[in-house]
């Protein structure tokens, strides 16, 4: 089992950055044992895709709209894993949310319903 906590969400005008933080506390498992998606949902909206990780931080996925201005990375020793986000649009703005789970498979990697563990989420408002 694992618990998620983000933070780092806000309010930015567009064109600037936030760096959103997932912090895990697993219990029974380690945390390089999770795969680590980000996830968004916008309100009226459907949650969608944003970004994940693999469980050794070796390789990353990207929804299309944010390549390029997002970047995912995990710090292990620390459970924690980041969403740098550079450049950001009013469409970039709904409640963010990290999921965790340690039996995702890749093709399934951006179904929300793959990941057992979630956060709270964390708002990021992007004004124009």
């Known amino acids: 089992q694992v618990q998620l906590v983000e933070s780092g969400g806000g309010l930015v005008q567009a064109g600037g950055s936030l760096r959103l933080s997932c912090a895990a506390s697993?219990?029974?498992?380690?945390?390089?044992?999770?795969?680590v998606g980000w996830f968004r949902q916008a309100p009226g909206k459907e949650r969608e895709f944003v970004s994940a990780?693999?469980?050794?931080?070796?390789?990353?996925w990207y929804e299309d709209a944010v390549k390029g201005r997002f970047t995912i990375s995990r710090d292990n020793a620390k459970s924690t894993v980041y969403l740098q986000m550079n450049s950001l649009k009013p469409e970039d703005t709904a409640v963010y949310y990290c999921?965790?789970?340690?039996?995702?498979?890749?093709?399934?990697?951006?179904?929300?319903?793959?990941?057992?563990?979630w956060g709270q989420g964390t708002q990021v408002t992007v004004s124009s």
């Open positions: 999921a965790a789970d340690s039996g995702v498979i890749l093709s399934s990697i951006r179904v929300p319903a793959q990941y057992d563990y």
């Open positions: 697993a219990s029974g498992r380690t945390f390089t044992d999770y795969v």
């Open positions: 990780i693999a469980r050794r931080g070796g390789n990353a």
